[in-house]
């Protein structure tokens, strides 16, 4: 199914000052695909997610989406079929509920208005927070927010899920039923992460960047087993391979 | 920076209030709405002298918050603190107004005379207009005060925002509202991590700061914020913003609404039209 | 400072509110239509900042008191005027609301005393004209520098400026409502000088955020300065003009409004402008006396009670404010009746709240 496709070729970003954001990435991630994207603090991680959406358009070379090359035309079409969680779920949760939060995606996408609230109340439940529906996001806890925030992302049913740090600040607990919650999704991830355990868990693809260009791209097990790069790029191997030794 | 968080509690405390389950709080917000605006427009249309018509309508605060099973010595508390500003300007009004208008005959009441012992010559409590229109001041400023804290705390926020929505207040205005509503508690909370921060690392226990350090404070709060309106620029577009925000809300104005409208509209022209203390005075000293 | 609900009568309040309103709908007009999609949150997370900035203090030298951000001006610098206004009305809506600062009546005079003067009048045709000045002159690094005087300056004087006009139009307001005793002048000469030092600081305060911002993130400033945030007009003078004329209108508007209740409502409005024609005078002075008439004829109910109409008059002549009898005068016979039945009147409604209380427990209980 080349339907799916994420395809970044030649990706070149500069910032306005003149540092270099991205440099020559390379990649193809296919239908069903869950990849993780890892590397330091400020090596390029999120400037990439930036571009997958559409937020920053590259200097030089062009990211594909499914069949379209992403450009200005196609730019809803392409968010239509892709979705992302952000790292701050506070950014994502804008509006007074969390029912009018999962809501909104719905209503700008067009979905009638007779099944919205049926099409909500399905996201909520997936996440496991349908209880939720009528309170404000800001008497949420970190881990119920980030599960309403994966809930507004999902209602639209989006074919390429894209996260930003999915387990930041959350407690064990959270982070264990969030793990759980993405291993049963079947659409394209990409998660960046620093949390190598659970791109462990989730991901059997991973991409290593390092200033702002691709160090390595391949199963996630070998490259975490791989120290050298590990160090390189300001990782450590994840804990459950450290006991494995 | 205790001002910050207690700030940020009360709100939070009276956005709990709001969720509670009463009757008064299943009402459509709109009812509530109109039901404020009318009782604030009516109390404040009385004359400035009136004291006694103006007791009656302390029933609607007393009602309501019954009703909705609002902690009144929270609400009392929270008058009392805003009181000053009214007070500050009110009390000029006894020291220039003082012709004396109103004469109580102490052989009438003599039992008043603990309450209201002002100037007492010759048997006759004379009271200056000032004070009456000070007192009435007073009144007046607790009951438009507790009008409107009883519909936030009946309400809540959003539902006021949706409520002004239905009553074609322009929609930039309804959207500017909820955001602002949405990201106070946010910002609040950030605001006063640095407030916190700051004061754990300078040693004095002064809770405000020189200028030097507030300018880039408040300067890193605002480009902090600023990068924050544009994530959530970029979450909006991501799902499908396009410059108009829509809301998918159901609301009911049934009959119990129209009932407690009416219901209130007409407790309130009565008040209004009938000086019912006054009245009732009468019909008392005839009987004595 | 802040208006509050029972200071104001409902004319006053009803006039600001209707003029309050329809710059609310003017300002969502234009910045439904001139405005690119992203200033949406980004003009309700600035609101949000204002409202959090606004509970930091710092202390003032010398004086000791503390002073915070105002919030009109530096919205206006950073959001262009129509956004600002708004943002500014939104913050005021959400303090009348949970910390009743103000109240719902006075919510107009208080948008319109705080936002009105800052966005609209201070704004362009002070900190606009000054720092548009020095853009004008060609780029150079020494120029560069020198800008910052410029920022600093233009956002000091536009915020006294602004301030003054607000604590005026709040003098203005409580004057006319008629509720506090305060003259004219000695008001105005409480009001202005405090409103001159709460304008230096806040001035002060506003300027260094926006130089602290212009030298931390320049392109923010820039953009908003030389293309005006709403789209279109990079052209100053027109925008001004078009400012002036609506000023022009809402003051006529005001006026207007103002004096027709004033010709309706005679205990209402006695100001020196509507006395300098006789015939205002005379028609005042005629309403007076139909009200007088009708204040005595519902208190001929209790004729034994009741003052005596000549010592009524007596009154009348004796103290300096002829109005002042017209609205409230109370006999004693009717103050006593007042007292007895308000008293009860309390306590019953007290009364009603405790039993409703009571027995709303009760059955939670049972």
Redesign the interface.
Known sequence: MSHHIVQADNLHYTYPDGTVGLDDINFKIHHGESVALVGSNGAGKSTLLLHLIGCLTPTKGYIRIGDYPLNKKNLKAVRRSTGMVFQDPDDQLFMPTVFDDVAFGLINFGVPEAEIENQVMKALEIVGVSHLAQRSPHKLSGGEKRAVAIATVIATMPDIIIMDEPSSNLDPASRRRLINLLKTFTHTKIIATHDLDMALEICERTIVINKGSIIADGSTKELFNNEKLLAMSGLEKPLTMQGLR | MGNLQNNLFDIFYMDTLACSKTWIHSLDPRAKVLTTLLFVGIVVSLGKYEISILIPFLLYPVMMITWANLPVIYLIKKIIILMPFAFFIGIFNPLIDKDIILKINLVDITNFITIMGFQNSTGIIEISGGWLSFFSIMIRFSLTVSAALILICTTGFDSVCLALQKFRVPSPFIVQLMFLYRYMFVLIDEASRMARARSLRTFDSDSKMKFSLFVPMIGQLLLRTLDRAQRIHLAMCCRGFDGHIQMFRKMNFGVSEVLFILGWSSVFIICRLYNIPFNLGIFISKLY | M?M???????AV?CTMWSVTASL??Y???K??NGME??K??????????I???Q???????ITGS??H?GGGMILSILLGPHIAF??M???L??Q??????G???ALGCNIFNLGFFPCFIAYPLIYKSIVSRFNTQPYTERKHQKKDRYILIGSLIASIVGLQMGSFAVVLE?LFS??????FGTFMLMMQPIHLAIGVVEG??TG??VL??WK??P??LDSALSTSPLSSSNSAPLSINKVLIGVVVATILTGGILSWFASSNP?GLEWAMFKTSGVEELKSQETIHTSLSEIQEKTA??PD?G?KSNELSE?NKS?E?PN??D????????????????????IF??M??FV??RR?SEITIS
């Not at chain 3, 509050?4 to 409902?10: R, W």
């Not at chain 3, 509970?55 to 030298?61: Q, V």
């Not at chain 3, 009348?96 to 600062?101: G, I, P, R």
């Not at chain 3, 609205?327 to 309390?346: E, K, N, P, R, W």
């Open positions: 802040h509050a609900d029972a200071l104001i009568s409902p309040g609310i709908a300002c969502s007009k910045v439904k999609d992203q949406i949150p980004l003009m309700g997370v600035l609101g949000a900042f409202f959090a900035a509970m930091i203090n710092f202390t003032i030298p503390s002073g951000l708004l943002t009305a939104s913050v809506t959400v009348s609301l949970f910390f009743a600062d109240g719902l009546l409580t008629k509720i506090s005793e305060l003259p002060l305060t260094a955020v602290f911002i931390a993130r392109e923010i205990d109910f209790l009670y003052f009154y103290s404010v002042l009898v609205s409230g005068v109370v006999d004693t016979g009717a103050s006593v009746s007042g007292i007895v039945g308000g008293t009860l009147t309390l409604t007290v009603i709240g409703l209380k709303k």
